[in-house]
């Protein structure tokens, strides 16, 4: 089955569940690395270049087979085709006797007439949100569940948040502005502190999975410190953390710059751009079965400098990521690519003004971007892989999606904010003019709590969950979208 895995040839449903049979058994694990072990062997092994002879004798093979079929072909092409069936005439139908019944006709057409006008003035007031709880309420449907969680009395200010169905983690300052982190553990209640002391750097949460929380300590550009971590959530509590990347180490193949992290079960993809200015995007598997500190390892580099890599996210042991970089004659540029598990890369975006792309499910999601924005944002702006990144936190869009079995691409929302989409799952999070939506990939519409996420300014979505923080700002809600 690990065969399989690896290379992303099972349904959705049922990666999913060996996905969760992966995280909980050591023994597979151990054997899914050295499968990953024996095809990064694979990857290193000399390429053969065939002599350029062999191009040219393939080439002849072809003009010949072509040439012993011409003949063939054309006596096909000229070949008599009329059918020789005969013609199957119908008898005229007999004209209805008329019946005058003008009131009833008259009515008819009136109430279909008002029914079109009035379709046609409310329709477009209605957002598909408002559709669906309109539906929902008409139906009958229960109200969804939220679990509502009160802040630590201390540190009140929320920077971020995430939750699955098994722990809600969140940062937070005091009126110090010393930052805290949080590791709620939703089933027990118990809440542990997962640093030793407040942090008086930026704290962002970047990623939270049933067994990890990754999070980011400093603002990730290469003009100051940063650094990013991760600890391990056990049914006692946090366990040990480990430093995943040291923004200062200035390794050849360390990002400086900081472009995204995605997880999920014990596997983390970290995007950025290294000190040469080139983009880079590791993998790092957290769970070590020999208790080793993790180690990350690069498995895309870009081929030239300038270029940073943004927003990793996976589906099976295909990686997706944005590559962005700045021309002077045409501005802000972002591509998507793909990375599978036999090395092979290929951009798959149409243009290179698709950004933010992340995979959720079986669905590609990115905000298309149009090329008078890209062009006329960049102006008199500093336009390093850091400039970049802060200049993608003013952009917003279309945002799109494309089924990746299917093909089918459809629309979601005409207006997004680059900076403010979170996909996983099933689940897409959203922010567009100060509000957040909610999103069901699956079934491509809202969700039921769409309408409650309003103008909270922390929102966001794991595979399962949805958390954000109400206006009152006195709690968190988190909506589990399987419950």
Same mark, same amino acid.
């Given at each position: 089955?690990?065969?399989?895995?690896?290379?992303?040839?099972?349904?959705?449903?049922?990666? #999913?569940?060996?996905?969760?049979?992966?995280?909980?058994?050591?023994?597979?694990?151990?054997?899914?690395?050295?499968?990953?072990?024996?095809?990064?062997?694979?990857?290193?092994?000399?390429?053969?270049?065939?002599?350029?002879?062999?191009?040219? #004798?393939?080439? #002849?093979?072809?003009?010949?087979?072509?040439?012993?079929?011409?003949?063939?072909?054309?006596? $096909?092409?000229?070949?008599?085709?009329?059918?020789?069936?005969?013609?199957?005439?119908?008898?005229?139908?007999?004209?209805?006797?008329? %019946?005058?019944?003008?009131?009833?006709?008259? #009515?008819?057409?009136?109430?279909? &007439?008002?029914?079109?006008?009035?379709?046609?003035?409310?329709?477009?007031?209605?957002?598909?949100?408002?559709?669906?709880?309109?539906?929902?309420?008409?139906? =009958?449907?229960?109200?969804?569940?939220?679990? %509502?969680?009160?802040?630590?009395?201390?540190?009140?200010?929320?920077?971020?948040?995430?939750?699955?169905?098994?722990?809600?983690?969140?940062?937070?300052?005091?009126? /110090?502005?010393?930052?805290?982190?949080?590791?709620?553990? %939703?089933?027990?209640?118990?809440?542990?502190?997962?640093?030793?002391?407040?942090?008086?750097?930026?704290?962002?949460?970047?990623?939270?999975?049933?067994?990890?929380?990754?999070?980011?300590?400093?603002?990730?550009?290469?003009?100051?410190?940063?650094? $990013?971590?991760?600890?391990?959530?056990?049914?006692?509590?946090?366990?040990?953390?480990?430093?995943?990347?040291?923004?200062?180490?200035?390794?050849?193949?360390?990002?400086?710059?900081?472009?995204?992290?995605?997880?999920?079960?014990?596997?983390?993809?970290?995007?950025?751009?290294?000190?040469? =200015?080139?983009?880079?995007?590791?993998?790092?598997?957290?769970?070590?079965?020999?208790?080793?500190?993790?180690?990350?390892?690069?498995?895309?580099?870009?081929?030239?400098?300038?270029?940073?890599?943004?927003?990793?996210?996976?589906?099976? /042991? +295909?990686?997706?990521?944005?590559?962005?970089?700045?021309?002077? +004659?045409?501005?802000?540029? /972002?591509?998507?690519? %793909?990375?599978?598990?036999?090395?092979?890369?290929?951009?798959?975006?149409?243009?290179?003004?698709?950004?933010?792309?992340?995979?959720?499910?079986?669905? $590609?999601?990115?905000?298309?971007?149009?090329?008078?924005?890209?062009?006329?944002?960049?102006?008199?702006?500093?336009?390093?892989?850091?400039?970049?990144? &802060?200049?993608?936190?003013?952009?917003?869009?279309?945002?799109?999606?494309?089924?990746?079995?299917?093909?089918?691409?459809?629309?979601? /929302?005409?207006?997004?904010?680059?900076?403010?989409?979170?996909?996983? =799952?099933?689940?897409?999070?959203?922010?567009?003019?100060?509000?957040?939506?909610?999103?069901? &990939?699956?079934?491509?519409?809202?969700?039921?709590?769409? =309408?409650?996420?309003?103008?909270?300014?922390?929102?966001?979505?794991?595979?399962?969950?949805?958390?954000?923080?109400?206006?009152?700002?006195?709690?968190?809600?988190?909506?589990?979208?399987?419950?």
């Amino acid at each position: 089955m690990l065969a399989a895995y690896r290379h992303d040839d099972w349904p959705t449903a049922d990666l #999913a569940a060996f996905s969760r049979h992966l995280a909980a058994c050591a023994d597979c694990r151990r054997a899914e690395v050295d499968y990953r072990r024996t095809g990064e062997l694979i990857r290193h092994l000399p390429s053969i270049t065939p002599p350029p002879e062999f191009r040219e #004798a393939v080439f #002849a093979a072809i003009r010949a087979e072509e040439l012993r079929l011409a003949p063939e072909v054309a006596r $096909l092409s000229r070949a008599a085709t009329n059918p020789e069936l005969p013609v199957i005439r119908l008898a005229p139908r007999p004209p209805r006797p008329t %019946r005058v019944r003008l009131a009833p006709r008259v #009515a008819l057409v009136a109430a279909v &007439l008002l029914l079109s006008f009035v379709t046609a003035k409310l329709l477009p007031a209605l957002d598909p949100s408002t559709l669906d709880r309109a539906a929902t309420r008409l139906a =009958g449907g229960p109200e969804p569940t939220v679990a %509502r969680y009160p802040l630590d009395a201390r540190y009140s200010a929320v920077t971020g948040a995430m939750a699955t169905d098994a722990w809600l983690v969140y940062s937070a300052a005091d009126a /110090s502005r010393g930052a805290m982190l949080f590791a709620r553990d %939703r089933h027990s209640g118990r809440v542990a502190q997962l640093l030793a002391t407040p942090s008086h750097d930026p704290l962002a949460v970047r990623a939270v999975t049933d067994h990890w929380a990754i999070w980011s300590v400093g603002g990730g550009m290469s003009s100051a410190r940063w650094s $990013l971590r991760a600890a391990a959530l056990t049914a006692s509590g946090a366990g040990a953390s480990y430093t995943l990347v040291d923004g200062a180490a200035h390794g050849a193949d360390t990002p400086v710059t900081f472009g995204g992290v995605w997880a999920e079960g014990d596997t983390a993809l970290i995007a950025g751009a290294t000190a040469a =200015g080139r983009g880079v995007l590791l993998r790092v598997d957290l769970a070590d079965p020999a208790g080793h500190a993790p180690v990350a390892r690069v498995i895309a580099r870009s081929s030239a400098p300038g270029h940073l890599f943004a927003d990793p996210s996976a589906v099976g /042991s +295909a990686a997706y990521w944005a590559d962005v970089w700045y021309d002077r +004659a045409n501005g802000l540029h /972002s591509a998507v690519w %793909r990375d599978d598990d036999a090395g092979q890369q290929a951009e798959v975006s149409q243009d290179e003004t698709s950004f933010h792309p992340q995979v959720a499910g079986t669905a $590609l999601v990115w905000v298309e971007v149009s090329r008078r924005a890209l062009a006329n944002v960049a102006a008199g702006t500093d336009h390093s892989p850091d400039g970049d990144e &802060l200049l993608m936190g003013r952009l917003n869009g279309a945002l799109e999606a494309r089924d990746l079995i299917s093909g089918q691409q459809w629309d979601v /929302s005409p207006r997004a904010d680059v900076a403010g989409v979170q996909a996983q =799952g099933n689940l897409l999070v959203w922010h567009s003019d100060a509000h957040a939506h909610a999103y069901d &990939l699956a079934a491509r519409r809202s969700l039921p709590v769409d =309408g409650q996420l309003g103008a909270a300014l922390i929102a966001g979505c794991s595979t399962t969950s949805v958390v954000w923080m109400p206006g009152d700002a006195t709690t968190l809600d988190v909506y589990d979208a399987a419950a």
